[in-house]
């Protein structure tokens, strides 16, 4: 089959010809090869390679991830379990990360209650917080 113009490749994959360079750059896209004529012909099956790496960026994996993730599919002797592993570790960097966005909530949930949201500046509890001074 013959090979995808970049940006029909980027309309089939659902991203701008931009990312499709990013990703290049990257090393999660593979160079593509060049016609004579010097435009780039993308295989078509790399529209897959690009939803698979939009639908990881999805669910929060890092571009360094989704790498790792890429050469797992193509390691002989990878295991589901593998994969498995690693999404594991990235639900629990997530529940970390919700887990501190909790804390935060709930400090500033304190400020706030503790403001009157009237009164001069300097005695403004959230300033005072930030400046250290509480």
């Known amino acids: 089959m013959r090979g995808l113009m970049t940006g029909e490749f980027a309309k089939r994959a659902g991203v701008n010809v931009e990312t499709l360079r990013f990703y290049e750059r990257r090393g999660l896209l593979p160079m593509p090869p060049r016609q004579a004529s010097g435009y780039r012909e993308y295989p078509p ?60 909530e709930r400090a500033l949930k304190k400020l706030t209650d503790a403001c009157p949201g009237q009164g001069p500046l300097g005695e403004c509890p959230i300033l005072q917080h930030l400046d250290g001074r509480l």
């Open 45 to 104: 099956g790399d529209v897959r390679r690009i939803r698979f790496i939009k639908r990881a960026q999805e669910l929060g994996f890092s571009l360094g991830e989704i790498r790792d993730l890429l050469s797992l599919r193509v390691q002989r002797g990878t295991t589901a379990a593998e994969v498995r592993s690693r999404a594991e570790a990235k639900l629990g960097d997530i529940r970390r990360k919700i887990a501190d966005l909790r804390a935060i």
